[in-house]
């Protein structure tokens, strides 16, 4: 779908060959008129062919409940149309104007300790207010009525990151909407008292009205009620979408809809995997923390995003040029970074780049976040690299709409593992689901091996091998198919916490790692943590921390592949692997780390055959990634170091970044190249 988008963007000629999109969130009501007609002059002079609009104009846009002030977006769109600049239209439901939250103070979230979220920042509503809602859809109504024949339409983008600020709502419109979506899920009270276990502690339900949202309570609170509510309130803010989005489908049925997910970092609370089907084609929204791992994140969370979106083509709604405001201390990017964090997002599929925003605020909380038009002006080096990137863009357009070739590595990410295995009154309160996630794709980096982020939604049988770090949620189905999986030649890696719950959070009895315990061939009866600051160490070298297993190996086909050496387990299994039909089923019951992992995973890869394709001397520097289109397949190489990278024996025409002497690419330092190969 994200093809629609690219042929309803026509250039400013009336051209609509593909080509990549560049652009940002424009937000033109923070200035006077006179500034518009710059603005459009420096996006052509930049080359940016695609803006969002509105996405904070409620205000301005229905000033008060009953009048409406359109005139100044109809002037906008038309003057971004006459330029050449395609519209992504937001709804404009981020942020209630005032005369709402004053008129309606009943649509303000409420925290878990009971306190109200009060206008004066934005996105402070309930996602299950029908008030809000009520408000919400009746612009989206106007706006679509209004617009639904403008010829710079490309594209609608829905509220604004839904659940920045507001996905845990305590209120009594999200108890009462939570009590539905359990009567919808449980049809039962005892259904739900089963899968909720409140057996325990008294906590027996006799009446629907009796349960509510896991508020401020004297101790943990039930561990599946706290489950459920995480999925209860990624499904409340699904709901908000589809809401917009079937409003936006019945009025302009021609025009891709989307919304802007944030696949970065730890934000948890929506589980995209779920809402990527609801939409025409996925956007995203990150930003770098400046860190050890940044470089390993960045790769991480574009990788993610071309799994939620099945390998197809996405679109990056937001970064940063330089600085953001919202860090500690927020950090300038060096020379070349704007232009390697924007094409390694192209790298992992995306095929427009945008960034937040395009002209840097004078006023407000975010006066001090880097735009693409900075404070200083367009006489700036950070404009310069703007427009640079846009000729960048510009000569990529042959990579447009070409889709990701399947790795042949996947990593298994999973919401509701990521929920449950972070829960309270655990063995460990310093387990981090997406930490163990990012070490192994980091490991995986460092030898210059491809993989793909994929969920438990995704098609696992696309991979030779599939980890699946801290995969605790296992329903019986799932594990069925994990074992088809091995039995059909797929090789499975799994860790510590994995197989442990099914989908209500109820322990798997019999031992751990429960659902996996056959399939693995080992068993446990106790959970073994370390303390922080604890380690152990292993016979191959390398180091355990935060959790051990004691393991007893239950089958005869079991191999220990790695065992402990120090500590309560030494001499136990601490690396497991086991023939399973034509494939195997590993297990590491600790955490390892990126040194670890780069260590023992050659091991564990050695049963599928999966080797770097990079040169020795350039595993580590260079981050490949592959992806393959209609006209040819194209080779994305990232150089992660300050330096010059050799890189001998890789054919191919180079689009970009790269110089060829007697068969030698030489990546500049942070450079990205591109090379053409013909279709295999
Ligand atoms: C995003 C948001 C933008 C802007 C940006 C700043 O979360 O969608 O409106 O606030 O962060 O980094």
Known sequence: MISTLLSRSAGPDGDTAPRLLFGADYNPEQWPRSVWEEDVRLMREAGVNVVSVGIFSWARLQPTADTWD????????????????????????????????????????????????????????????????????????????????????????????????????????AARAFREWLRERYRTLD??????????????????????????????????????FKRFSSDALKDHLRAERDLLREITPDVPVTTNFMVMGNTKGMDYADWAGEIDFVSNDHYVHPGPQDRDELSFSANLTSGIAGGRPWFLMEHSTSAVNWQPVNVAKRPGELARDSLLHVAHGADAVCFFQWRQSAAGAEKYHSAMVPHAGADSDLFRAVAELGATLKALAPVAGSEREPAAVGIVYDWDSWWASEQDSHPTALLRYRQEALDWYAALLRLGIRADLVTTRSDLQRHQVLIAPVLHVVPADLAKTLTRYTEQGGHLITTYFSGIVDEHDHVWLGGYPGALRDLLGIRVEEFAPLLDGDAVELDDATTGTLWTDRITVTADDTDVLVRYRTGEQAGRPAVTRRPSGRGTAAYVSTRLGVDGLVTLLPRLLEPAG?????????????????????????????????????????????LLGATDTDGTLTLGPRAVAVLRQPAS
Do not use: M
């Open 70 to 173: 359109f005139g100044w977006l109809d002037e906008v769109l038309d003057l971004l149309h006459e330029g050449g600049v395609g519209v992504d239209l937001a709804t404009a439901t981020a942020s209630p104007p005032p005369w709402l939250t004053t008129a309606h103070p009943e649509v303000l979230p409420v925290t878990a300790t009971g306190e109200t979220l009060w206008p004066g920042a934005r996105q402070h509503w309930r996602p299950t207010s029908p008030v809000f809602r009520e408000y919400a859809l009746r612009l989206v109504r106007k706006l679509a009525e209004r617009y639904r024949d403008h010829p710079a339409l490309v594209a609608w983008h829905v509220n604004n990151e839904l659940g920045c600020h507001n996905v845990y709502d305590h209120s009594d419109d």
């Open 610 to 654: 999966v080797r770097s394709e990079l040169p020795e001397g350039a595993r580590g520097s260079v981050e490949p990634v592959v992806r393959r289109g209609p006209e040819g397949r194209f080779l994305f190489l990232v150089n992660r170091t300050d330096d010059d990278v050799p890189v001998p024996g890789l054919d191919g025409e180079i």
């Open 191 to 228: 259904a739900l008292n089963d899968a909720w276990g409140t057996a325990f502690w008294s906590q027996r339900y006799s009446a629907w009205e009796q349960i509510l949202p896991p508020r401020l309570a004297a101790s943990h609170p039930n561990p599946t009620q706290q489950l459920d």
